[in-house]
């Protein structure tokens, strides 16, 4: 516990005790007291002649002091002068001197005594002295004649003022003159230059000297420097200017600025350094100015005293001055008397201790009066710096005045010792609320007075008990103080203070209060210049405080500007400029505390642009480009981009150069001969790009002999008869001069022949006609200009003009791989007879008929190219059990050669796809009836059905298998022997010789009642089917069951063991699109519902295109076709029209006569027997045609049999191809092909196929 501090037995212990406890007391105003000054004027008062004189002394003391003064050191009688008069209850001075007064009468020195019936109090001797600011006096100023390199000093010599006068130099324009190491003002004024230089001549070096007090500025005359030169220049080891010779003294206050200084001359110019004797300069307390001309040392003390050390030096020397510093100190004080209140019949004592360089001395006055003629006093003993107060009694009331002296100085000071009787009194107000924040220390005032001095002590709450312990500390003025105050510490305390003479107390109230905490500070923050920024500033505080949230910026406010948007918790910034780079403060103030946080915004652009460009190192073929970096806007320029413009071929035109890293400056550059040459450069950071940089000057470069020849050469034949050389020209300035041209020179090739050599302009191509068929050449180019040749160029191979190819392939063999896929041989041809570059070998192929459906087809010609000189290649996507043609032919750079032979051959049969469908109607008690069609691809002979099924419990789990076999010729099936109310589960297949195909699946369910036909519970997929192209498929299904069912289609290769894969079905649509699929490959295919485990539809199988079959432009979809055919539309109408109306009048015009005779081959009518068209044949391209309707009879076509598509005439992959490679557009009989499903039930011709009857 800390209590108040132990008394010891010692009689002067007690006593200094006492004293120190006492005078912590203030003692209130209206008990009698002596005076006691509360303001003077300082000791030193310059004032301003032109102003008034105000001579401060105010005073208290009860009674009020009445107040005198002496002028230089007798009194001064205030009544007889009028300008002088005395403020209102106050001894302050007033000496007008603004209505004609002089204030050089006043000077002096001036003391105020304040005095009442306790005692009389003395202020400072306040010596009164005008500012004075002269003119210079007249003088007449020589020009000065300097030579080059040599010293000079320019003398200020500013008239003496009071107080001294601020020195600086300027010209005539009012602008200060440049100073640096060579040139400076010295501490006197004057102006010093180490050694002069030419740029140094002017008429107008002026010294300036300005006094503050009266706010004027004196000028001196104008001073003519003229610097002369003379070669060369003698370099010499430094001089000192000032201080002269080696060594000097100076003398220095405690506590003021010590300023050492030190200018040398020289040539070069010197630097100065300094350095302290025997110890070192003070930390944080030195500094150096005037370019280290000046040392400064700010706070002196005695410790500061010694030797200082200046050194001069240049290359050619060095030089140096001591300075032997003294420090001496005025009086300060080490204990200065304090009052004293004593009660009667007490002890006390009053000491004054000062220091000082000497030693001051100490003397003591009573009242103003040395107190050696003062009046006798029993209770008092001086002894020395300590006066010794006994049993004191009211008489012994008096001021007491110190006075500590020596050469440098003086200090008085005032004490009195008042004699009181007076019981406790609290002088804290009754019941002040504190509030405080947890955790912070609480300081209780209980601010006390009485004679004898009260005890304190402390209580919490009404009837508590004294408060002592570690938790609180009790100070000698009575305040209590709690170190870390928390909640429980609130509540009301009460103070009490007693004496001999009675008793009081006073109680106060505690309040702790929560810490206000920032929970969500502002981060740091990077942002680009235009965006914006916010910071988060959310606090937590108590509730019963109200907070205040103030930003700053650099701990200043905000700035004025609508783009700074302060909301509750945050402070966003719009549209971020580079102004609004800084830290940002959020300051949360309540009425007792205060938290802060702060975050930085960095503010990031892209860089400002480079500048001062500069070519040096100018060589013919290299030049050195150096530049200043610009700002890199808080984002380090991490590259350098150089760009060059041609100003002579394409000015404004820029050019990549080249490109250094951040850090560098410089680049040597490579340059070509005759450019003239404009350098920029642009700066990189992790923002952008900056602003290109100014262009640097312009450079032109020689010209030279070309570096390089033509690239690119090449000798290739656009007829049979000729050879085109061609090449790629030099660009831009790669000509390196003028008069570019091109040395074309050939030969063939193994023959002996000379060069045949030309030279032609600017261009890239030269044609040599008159040339063997497809025979090497040895071809080269060579650039030359006007001055001279490039170099030898090399030599390139090239061939005259190619013709096409004179045989067919020889032995064509076709070897069936399986039911799709055929390998076929052939044997080269001679390379002589080819003609050309040996592109490859083309294979036409296209079915001739169906083998398992007796029906010839229209001729549907594929392509396949097999680069290189290969004598095989595969046919894939054959159809099965079908019958082919072929032929091959030979290709090169002009063409195709003939064809071979056409090679006819059969694939064999495959696996059938599934049934077309699956029917199952009739349901009764115990049969259900089956109805099924046949496989849409029967890919061979049928030769059974076979049919399982098997019962579906209430649980959904399967019975035991039943398998039929059906013959092939059946379509419809009556099963019998089925229990009533059961649903089956159908799987339906059919077979060739080769294997079974792939299933359909139904389900079904018998009646309970004869007649009542139970409808499927369970949803259904049926009618799979699936149209392909080269690499997608569109697979469409039908539904019946509940809505809303996710769909999935799980595929892979027909015949492969692999697992399926499968694609989920946006939505609930019937239908999804295959991407990615291989060409020419079987896959099956199959749709399931999610949620319905085993619940798939039955498989179908298709096939997508042959790979790298030829694709061939649809003239169906070009637009001069369609305006064509309109035309031709347009046409056939109006004779159409025309042939009516003779018609109807009976008479016969000669487009149907024409008609009549000749019937169009290409517009045949389906056959009566079966709706289609015409067999496709030889035979029957000239037999006439049959009457019959174009459609079935019910004027439908089915959406299975239809196949009909864009993709069958050119856009697709099995694109037609008549012997000579050209489009099939014609038509002799009808268009027949496989309809993508199988199914050989023809329609009617499509649009197009009309509008490619045209071509």
Excluded at 96 to 115: L, P
Excluded at 1177 to 1185: I, R
Aim: charged content about 25%; proline content about 7%.
């Amino acid at each position: 516990m800390m209590t108040k501090k132990t008394i010891s037995a010692s009689r002067a212990s007690l006593i200094l005790f006492l004293c120190q406890m006492i005078t912590a007391l203030e003692v209130p105003l209206d008990l009698s007291q002596p005076p006691t000054i509360t303001q003077q004027s300082p000791k030193d008062y310059i004032v301003d002649p032109r102003e008034n004189i105000v001579i401060q002394c105010e005073a208290k003391g009860k009674p009020p002091p009445s107040f005198s003064w002496t002028r230089n050191g007798t009194h001064f009688d205030i009544d007889k002068d009028a300008r002088v008069t005395v403020k209102p209850n106050s001894g302050t001075l007033v000496i007008n001197i603004m209505n004609g007064g002089k204030a050089e009468a006043y000077e002096g020195v001036y003391q105020c005594t304040a005095r009442n019936e306790r005692g009389a109090a003395i202020s400072n001797n306040i010596v009164i002295r005008p500012s004075r600011s002269p003119l210079w006096t007249k003088e007449k100023v020589e020009p000065k004649h300097v030579r080059e390199g040599d010293p000079l000093v320019l003398h200020c010599s500013p008239p003496v003022g009071l107080p001294p006068p601020i020195i600086f130099w300027m010209d005539n324009s009012f602008q200060r003159l440049p100073q640096n190491e060579r040139v400076s003002q010295g501490l006197n004024g004057d102006l010093y230059f180490s050694n002069v230089k030419p740029e140094d001549t002017r008429e107008d070096y002026i010294c300036y000297a300005r006094f503050n007090h009266t706010q004027t500025i004196q000028q001196k005359q104008p001073i003519s420097v003229k610097v002369f030169s003379t070669k060369p220049l003698t370099e010499r080891r430094p001089t000192l200017l000032t201080p002269v010779g080696s060594t000097s003294n100076k003398v220095e206050l405690r506590g003021n600025v010590l300023l050492l200084e030190c200018i040398a001359e020289g040539l070069p110019t010197p630097l100065i350094r300094w350095i302290k004797e025997g110890g070192e300069l003070p930390i944080n307390r030195t500094f150096f100015e005037n370019f280290k001309k000046t040392l400064k040392i700010v706070e002196v003390s005695e410790a500061d005293s010694g030797k200082y050390k200046c050194v001069a030096r240049n290359p050619l020397g060095s030089t140096h001055h001591t300075i032997t510093v003294t420090v001496k100190a005025a009086p300060y004080w080490i204990t200065a008397p304090r009052n004293l209140v004593l009660s009667p019949g007490e002890d006390g004592t009053l000491i004054c201790r000062a220091n000082g360089n000497p030693k001051p001395n100490i003397s003591w006055l009573t009242n103003g009066v040395p107190i050696a003629i003062a009046p006798e006093d029993p209770s008092r003993k001086v002894d020395g710096d300590t006066i010794i107060f006994s049993d004191v009694q009211e008489r012994s009331s008096a001021v007491y005045q110190c006075n500590a002296s020596n050469e440098y100085g003086y200090l008085l000071a005032n004490a009195f010792v008042n004699v009181l009787a007076e019981p406790p009194r609290i002088l804290t107000p009754a019941n002040k609320l504190y509030q405080i924040i947890a955790n912070n220390p609480a300081l209780l005032d209980c601010a006390f007075f009485g004679s004898p001095v009260p005890e304190i002590e402390w209580f919490k709450g009404v009837k508590g008990s004294i408060l002592h312990g570690d938790l609180y500390v009790f100070h000698d003025n009575g305040t209590l103080e709690i170190p870390v105050a928390q909640k429980d510490s609130s509540g009301t305390y009460t103070c009490v203070a007693r004496n001999k003479l009675g008793k009081v107390q006073n109680e106060v109230h505690l309040e702790v209060k929560d810490p206000t905490m920032i929970i969500k500070q502002p981060e740091y923050k990077i942002i680009q210049k235009g965006g914006q920024v916010s910071f988060e500033c959310t606090i937590k505080h108590d509730r019963t405080l109200l907070p205040t949230i103030t930003w700053l910026k650099d701990n200043g406010e905000l700035p004025d500007d609508e783009r700074f948007i302060i909301h509750k918790d945050s402070l966003a910034i719009m549209n971020v400029t580079d102004k609004d780079d800084g830290t940002y403060t959020c300051v949360a103030n309540t009425t007792l505390d205060s938290v802060s946080a702060s975050a930085v915004l960095t503010v990031v652009d892209r860089p400002d642009p480079p500048f001062d460009l500069e070519l040096t190192d100018q060589l013919e073929r290299s030049i050195q480009l150096s530049w200043i970096p610009g700002y890199d806007n808080n984002s380090p320029i991490t590259n350098f981009v150089i760009e060059y413009e041609d100003g002579m071929r394409e000015p404004g035109v820029w050019h990549y150069q080249t490109e250094v890293r951040g850090t560098q400056t410089t680049v040597q550059l490579k340059l070509s001969p005759y450019v003239n040459y404009s350098f920029r450069v642009i700066a990189v950071n992790e923002i952008g790009r900056s602003q290109p940089s100014e262009a640097s000057e312009q450079y032109l470069t020689k010209a030279a002999k070309p570096d390089e020849n033509p690239s690119g050469v090449q000798g290739i034949g656009s007829e049979p008869d000729n050879l085109v050389i061609i090449w790629e020209p030099l660009k831009g300035f790669q000509s390196n001069g003028r008069g570019l041209q091109y040395k074309v020179s050939w030969r063939q090739k193994d023959v002996g022949d000379e060069w045949t050599s030309v030279i032609v302009a600017n261009v890239s191509k030269y044609i040599v006609s008159g040339t063997p068929t497809f025979v090497p050449y040895e071809i080269k180019v060579q650039a030359l200009n006007d001055i001279g040749y490039a170099p030898e160029p090399a030599e390139v191979i090239g061939h005259s003009g190619e013709d096409l190819p004179m045989v067919a392939p020889g032995n064509v063999q076709v070897h069936i791989v399986n039911s799709t896929l055929a390998k076929v041989h052939w044997d080269p041809v001679p390379l002589k007879t080819v003609r050309g570059h040996l592109q490859g070998y083309r294979i036409y192929y296209w079915k001739v008929q169906s083998l398992s459906k007796r029906r010839r087809r229209h001729v549907e010609k594929k392509i396949l190219t097999f680069s290189g000189n290969k004598t095989h290649g595969m046919l894939p996507g054959l159809e099965p059990y079908s019958s082919y043609k072929l032929n091959v032919r030979v290709v090169n750079g002009k063409g195709e050669g003939p064809a071979s032979p056409d090679k006819l051959f059969k694939t064999p049969e495959g696996v059938p796809s599934s049934p077309s469908f699956l029917k199952i109607s009739n349901p009764t008690l115990d049969s259900l009836t089956l109805e099924w069609g046949p496989p849409t691809h029967p890919n061979g002979i049928l030769i059974a059905y076979t049919l399982k099924f098997q019962p579906i419990n209430s649980t959904h789990e399967l019975g035991p298998l039943v398998e039929i076999r059906i013959p092939a010729n059946e379509t419809s099936l009556i099963l019998s022997n089925l229990n009533y109310s059961t649903r089956y589960k159908f799987y339906f297949y059919a077979q060739t010789s080769v294997g079974s195909g792939s299933q359909i699946t139904e389900e079904a369910v018998t009646i309970m009642d004869e007649g009542k036909l139970v409808r499927p519970v369970y949803p259904r997929i049926r009618n799979v089917t699936a149209s392909a192209a080269e690499t997608y498929a569109n697979i469409s299904w039908e539904y019946e069951g509940p809505d809303h069912m996710n769909f999935y289609v799980e595929y892979g290769v027909a015949g492969s063991k692999e697992d399926w894969k499968k694609e989920i079905v946006n939505g609930s649509r019937s239908f999804f699109v295959l991407k990615g699929l291989t060409p020419g490959t079987s896959y099956k295919v199959r749709v399931g519902a999610e949620g319905l485990s085993g619940f798939v539809s039955s498989e179908d199988v298709f096939e997508t295109g042959p790979a790298m079959a030829s694709r061939q432009v649809d003239i169906a979809t070009q637009g001069w076709f369609i305006g064509l055919m309109c035309a031709v539309a347009l046409l056939i109408l109006i004779l159409l029209i025309v042939c009516f109306i003779r018609r109807n009048k009976g008479g016969k015009y000669p487009v149907k006569e024409k008609e009549d005779a000749h019937a169009d081959p290409e517009i045949q009518p389906m056959k009566e027997d079966d709706g289609t068209f015409g067999e496709y044949s030889d035979a029957e391209d000239h037999k006439p045609l049959k009457k019959g309707s174009r459609t079935p009879s019910d004027r439908t076509v089915k959406k299975e049999d239809s196949d009909d598509s864009l993709v069958d005439y050119g856009e697709g992959v099995n694109g037609q191809f008549n012997e000579d490679g050209s489009f099939i557009g014609q038509y002799s009989g009808k268009k027949e092909k496989e309809p993508a499903e199988g199914n050989e039930s023809s329609e009617a011709p499509s649009p197009v196929n009309a509008m490619n009857s045209f071509v």
